[in-house]
């Protein structure tokens, strides 16, 4: 074999062998290449089985981990792939940009006209009430024109970019009461309001002179503000460590919720209709009512009973308007019903007041024992049947019966929960079951841990940029918890598929809701700056296309706000190339969490 190497060598020979097998490699490579081109090509991330996981390109399906002895390093970057292939990804869903005046600030669920049209009664608040559409949204929202970057917190809660939310109608509607004014390129908020004469920040001291015993931030840490205008109530109880979840409906007042969250306070869109709030029961220290334009008499008092579901035992409800101080015979007639159907319900009077201003205001308090029930004479209206409440909030018809007080195991009145901030890590009252307890304690370490080891550091969040929050799987809430010290406030969300733990999060001192994920969010667009996501999709996914939940999340989320995924490999792989398409950067970290960073990018071409 030698020898004949030999003699070929000196016969001169192999030039042309060299040749041969260089061309064979360039024929090879063509072949290669057009077979991986098909692999890509046949790819459709809009059918999103396990089939198409083995489909992707390598990349996508074994990314590098990060180096495990240290959990601080930056996430390696599933966008370090060649320009080219991400276009390849980015074509895949043709997105178009939705069109319409409306467009801007679509909510899909609240502006579904053709079902609003149809309903036979507006008499109570239909219209304001959610009417999803049977076809998701398929198209992606513009963006106002000039939109920026949020004012920062806490700067933002006092003024907001104009260009950001650019509606003018309260600024003329409500400007003789101070509750937005347009100030140059900035809507500026003075912190007025129909009953705060004096400014909102005397009339909350003047509430807690009238009843001292509300101890703002302490033995009041959870409120909510009924029909809360642009939410200034709620803005200024945040220096005192009260939390407030402020809700109105998308209605004539234009842009009020809107105005709150790009501000960065607490809010959502709601109303108080035909159908029950998506709160738990008892959950509520405090609600609140400063000309909310809810009549409460109306319908039997159902509005009032269903105050009384989410007011925790030994709650309070404040009471701001006309028929509480001016003796005009509709103001007390209105006055009158309210005495009676509060008496009903076991209510006392704890607090009755007048301001320098001359604004009335009555202070409620739900009751701590069921004797007063027991002792009524007439049982109207009756206490409710006890059953399973889980969830039963969801899509649920007001009640025309009292929600009987909470027990713990041993048949007593649950306690209130510790003062805050002691209640946040200890025993929730709602907490029966010793399994639970134990199970809530290891939760709370296992997030804090997770938090300070690689949310807070290792995953290139910019957190400084970071104030609204939204947990779409809270669990126990163990993430906002672990937040806790940063200027951010988290909203909550309990879905519906899950094992249902809204009263822990309450007991805790947090605020969220119920909500279904196959289905749109009660928010404006891009109202959060970060959205996470811990275990969500494994459930999402059995009912709904994830592309439209992705869809969604894209509609709520601001432009550079961020997605952080806590997920199976599988899914990630799944969420990848649908984020790519919309032009957004991705990363992944230690192969279980993904991190998205929304651009500017929107679609030129049209729906």
């Known amino acids: 074999m030698g020898i004949i190497g030999e003699e070929f060598f000196k016969e001169r020979k192999y030039p042309f062998i060299l040749t041969l097998l260089g061309l064979f490699f360039f024929v090879g490579i063509l072949i290669f290449t057009n077979t991986t081109n098909t692999t890509i090509s046949t790819f459709n991330p809009f059918v999103l089985s396990s089939n198409n996981v083995q489909n992707q390109p390598p990349s996508l399906l074994n990314p590098l981990p990060a180096p495990q002895h240290d959990h601080h390093a930056p996430p390696p970057a599933i966008t370090n792939q060649s320009q080219q292939e991400q276009e390849k990804e980015a074509v895949l869903i043709d997105w178009k940009l939705c069109k319409g005046p409306l467009a801007v600030d679509y909510i899909p669920c609240l502006d579904n006209w053709e079902a609003i049209k149809a309903l036979k009664s507006r008499k109570h608040m239909e219209h304001r009430e959610r009417h999803c559409p049977q076809n998701t949204l398929k198209c992606l929202l513009p963006l106002p024109k000039g939109y920026r970057f949020p004012v920062p917190w806490p700067k933002s809660r006092d003024m907001i970019w104009y260009d950001n939310v650019p509606h003018p109608k309260l600024v003329e509607y409500k400007k003789d009461q101070h509750w937005v004014v347009k100030s140059g390129e900035y809507l500026v908020f003075p912190g007025g309001g129909t009953q705060f004469k004096d400014g909102v920040d005397h009339y909350i001291q003047f509430m807690e002179e009238t009843l001292p015993k509300i ?6 840490r959870v409120v909510l503000d009924v029909g809360c205008g642009v939410a200034s109530f709620g803005g200024y109880l945040l220096d005192k460590n009260v939390i407030t979840m402020s809700f109105a409906p998308k209605d004539e007042h234009e842009a009020q919720i809107q105005f709150a969250l790009e501000r960065g306070i607490p809010a959502t869109l709601s109303v108080i209709g035909t159908q029950k709030l998506t709160f738990s029961d008892n959950a509520f220290d405090m609600i609140h009512c400063a000309r909310c334009r809810v009549h409460w008499e109306a319908d039997g008092g159902k509005p009032l009973y269903e105050l009384n579901r989410i007011l925790r035992p030994g709650g309070f409800f404040a009471w701001s308007a006309t028929p509480v101080y001016r003796d005009n015979e509709k103001d007390q007639q209105i006055w009158s019903v309210m005495v009676e159907i509060t008496k009903a319900m076991c209510w006392s009077v704890v607090g009755n007041a007048r301001d320098s201003a001359g604004i009335g205001l009555v202070i409620y308090q739900k009751p701590t024992s069921s004797s007063c029930y027991e002792n009524r004479k007439e049982k109207i209206p009756p206490l409710c049947e006890n059953k399973d409440s889980k969830n039963s909030s969801w899509y649920a018809k007001l009640d025309s ?38 199970e809530f304690y290891k939760d709370s370490k296992h997030w804090s841990q997770l938090v300070s080891d690689v949310y807070a550091e290792g995953l290139s969040i910019k957190w400084s940029s970071i104030r609204n929050v939204m947990d779409m799987n809270a669990g126990y809430a163990g993430f906002a918890s672990a937040l806790i010290d940063l200027p951010v406030w988290v909203m909550n969300v309990v879905p519906i598929d899950v094992s249902d733990t809204l009263s822990v999060i309450y007991d805790r001192g947090l605020i969220g809701m119920y909500h279904d994920w196959c289905e749109s969010f009660n928010t404006y667009p891009r109202t959060y700056d970060l959205l996470h996501s811990s275990f969500l999709f494994q459930y999402v996914e059995k009912r709904c296309d994830i592309v439209d939940v992705v869809a969604e999340i894209d509609r709520i989320l601001r432009p550079d706000g961020y997605l952080v995924v806590r997920d199976s490999l599988e899914i990630l792989n799944k969420l990848t190339p649908v984020l790519h398409s919309l032009h957004w950067s991705v990363s992944l970290h230690q192969n279980q969490f993904l991190v998205g960073k929304k651009s500017f990018w929107r679609p030129t071409a049209f729906e």
Do not use: F, Y
């Not at 041993?410 to 209640?423: A, D, I, K, T």
């Open 215 to 220: 101890q703002w931030g302490k033995h009041i």
């Open 401 to 438: 019966c009292l929600t009987p007080l909470p027990v713990d195991g041993m048949g007593e009145l649950q306690s209130w929960p510790m003062p805050w901030p002691q209640r946040l890590n200890s025993k929730p009252p709602s907490l029966l079951d010793s399994n639970a307890t134990d």
